[in-house]
Antibody, heavy 120, light 106 residues
Framework: QVQLQESGPGLVKPSETLSLTCTVS????????WTWMRQPPGKGLEWIGH???????YYNPSLKGRVTISLDTSKNQISLKLSSVTAADTAMYYC??????????????WGQGTQVTVSS | SYELTQPPSVSVSPGQTASITCSGD??????ASWYQQRPGQSPVLVIH???KRPSGIPERFSGSNSGNTATLTISGTQSVDEADYYC?????????FGGGTRLTVL
């Protein structure tokens, strides 16, 4: 059974860079796609982006170039960096494994999520 | 940008059938998936590729997708099914979620 665990600072100051790590156990990151999503308090889910094990990345255009997702297969970790954060980036951040084919991808395993608050 | 629209809430009596819709332009030409999120928990995949049910998901969960609407149907709804449900689809390589529907089992 694949398990994912997010980690990182729970508090980030405005204008700084949010950095999170997702550690995968019970499976290898040397295959499949790996995704980050977030959920502001009391609101719905938002797809942030995903990375293929080859290193190809796709990002949500709404985040306007602030996002970087990277993969370290030697550590079985996926990283998320979100720059120039504001209070609007306060959310629960989830990583998930993504499977399927083009246009048919879906998220079959999710982490527990990590809460990030942007505040001075 | 592509948008998916869900009703904010749906109510159902125990044992009855609940239907949650997800609307989007020509959504039937895409593959939709559905996620259940109980309070304080991570989302769980309940339907993928419109109608396929992952192992471990009860048979009372089913899905369809045609025209502009994808539908998640829960037959014989139980109190344990009370949760938020999100539909999801792809606009090329951009992931899009619906706003979510809160299912209340009265």
């Amino acid at each position: 059974q694949v398990q994912l665990q997010e980690s990182g600072p729970g508090l980030v100051k405005p204008s700084e860079t949010l950095s999170l790590t997702c550690t995968v156990s019970g499976g290898s990151t040397s295959s499949f796609y790996w995704t980050w999503m977030r959920q502001p308090p009391g609101k719905g889910l938002e797809w942030i982006g995903h990375i293929y094990y080859t290193g190809i990345t796709y990002y949500n255009p709404s985040l306007k170039g602030r996002v970087t997702i990277s993969l370290d297969t030697s550590k079985n970790q996926i990283s998320l960096k979100l720059s120039s954060v504001t209070a609007a980036d306060t959310a629960m951040y989830y990583c998930a494994r993504m499977v399927g084919g083009y246009g048919s991808w879906y998220f079959d395993f999710w982490g527990q999520g990590t809460q990030v608050t942007v505040s001075s | 940008s592509y948008e998916l629209t869900q009703p904010p809430s749906v109510s159902v009596s125990p044992g009855q059938t609940a239907s949650i819709t997800c609307s989007g332009d020509k959504l039937g030409n895409k593959d939709a998936s559905w996620y259940q999120q109980r309070p304080g928990q991570s989302p769980v995949l309940v339907i993928h590729e419109n109608w396929k049910r992952p192992s471990g998901i009860p048979e009372r969960f089913s899905g369809s997708n045609s025209g502009n609407t994808a539908t998640l149907t829960i037959s014989g709804t139980q109190s344990v099914d009370e949760a938020d449900y999100y539909c999801q689809a792809w606009d090329d390589t951009t992931g899009v979620f619906g706003g979510g529907t809160r299912l209340t089992v009265l």
